[in-house]
C-alpha cells in the first residue's frame, strides 16, 4: 500500500557533524515532501520542502535530496547543533486527497555537545 | 509571525464524555486540517477541511468526530463520545492553498480517564 516510511528510529550525532535522516515512500505518483521538526510537546515546524520537478533543494544548513528513481529523500544538515534535537519527520503531500500529509514514523536526532 | 493557535492545551476528560478541542487557523488560510498523535507513534491524518465541507477523512474520523467552522476564525473538532484510544495529542494544521506548506498548531493533549 501507499506509504512513508523513515530508515532509522534514532540518530546520534556530534556537535558540528553533518546530519542525514533519510525517508522513502511508496507512491510514484508523489509530487510534493516536506521535512517537519518536531520538539518535545510542541507540533511539527516546517524545515523545508521539494517538489517533484526537482532533485535538490538547500535552505539555511539544510538541504533535501530526492531520488524518484529509487523513492527516497533525505534530509541534510550541517554543523548540527544541540538545538537541532528533535525528531523529524517526513511528509507525502497528497494534492489529489485534500492536501493531506502522510507522515512517516519519525526520526530521533540527539546532538551530543 | 503569524501561527494556529490551539486551545486547550491540555484537556482531561471522563470516558464517554463529549470533548471540543479549538483552533484558530491563519487568518488567510483556506484548507484546515486535524491531526492526532498518540504518544510515541506518528502523525495520523485524521480530516480537511474547504470551503465549509469535509473534503477528505480517515478511516479514524468516524461518527463520533464532527469538524465546524462556526464563525470566521475558528476551526473546532469535537469528539461526542471520547474513549480511552482517543488520547493523544491533537494538532490543527492550515494551509493558504493546495501544495503549500501547512502549519501546524501547538497541540491539545486529550487525555481520557
Known amino acids: 500500500g501507499e506509504s512513508v516510511g523513515l530508515h532509522l528510529p534514532t540518530l546520534s550525532v556530534q556537535e558540528g557533524d553533518n546530519s542525514i535522516i533519510n525517508c522513502a515512500y511508496s507512491?510514484?505518483?508523489?509530487?510534493?515532501f516536506i521535512w517537519y521538526k518536531q520538539e518535545s510537546g510542541k507540533g511539527p515546524q516546517f524545515i523545508i520542502d521539494i517538489r517533484s520537478n526537482m532533485d535538490k533543494r538547500q535552505g539555511q544548513r539544510v538541504t533535501v535530496l530526492l531520488n524518484k528513481t529509487v523513492k527516497h529523500l533525505s534530509l541534510q544538515i550541517a554543523a548540527t547543533q544541540p538545538g537541532d534535537s528533535a525528531v523529524y519527520f517526513c511528509?507525502?503531500?497528497?494534492?489529489?486527497?485534500?492536501?493531506?500529509?502522510?507522515f512517516g514514523g519519525g526520526t530521533r536526532l540527539m546532538v551530543k555537545p | 509571525e503569524p501561527e494556529v493557535t490551539q486551545t486547550p492545551s491540555h484537556q482531561v476528560t471522563q470516558m464517554g464524555q463529549e470533548v471540543i478541542l479549538r483552533c484558530v487557523p491563519i487568518?488567510?488560510?483556506?484548507?484546515f486540517y486535524w491531526y492526532r498523535q498518540i504518544l510515541g507513534q506518528k502523525v495520523e491524518f485524521l480530516v480537511s477541511?474547504?470551503?465549509?465541507?469535509?473534503?477528505?477523512k480517515s478511516e479514524i474520523f468516524d461518527d463520533q468526530f464532527s469538524v465546524e467552522r462556526p464563525d470566521g476564525s475558528n476551526f473546532t473538532l469535537k469528539i461526542r463520545s471520547t474513549k480511552l484510544e482517543d488520547s493523544a495529542m491533537y494538532f490543527c494544521?492550515?494551509?493558504?492553498?493546495?501544495?503549500?506548506?501547512?502549519?501546524f498548531g501547538q497541540g491539545t493533549r486529550l487525555t481520557v480517564v
Open positions: 507512491n510514484s505518483a508523489s509530487d510534493y
Open positions: 511528509a507525502e503531500n497528497r494534492y489529489n486527497a485534500g492536501n493531506m500529509l502522510t
Open positions: 487568518s488567510n488560510h483556506l484548507y
Open positions: 477541511f474547504y470551503n465549509n465541507e469535509i473534503s477528505e
Open positions: 494544521a492550515s494551509i493558504v492553498w493546495l501544495n503549500t506548506e501547512a502549519f
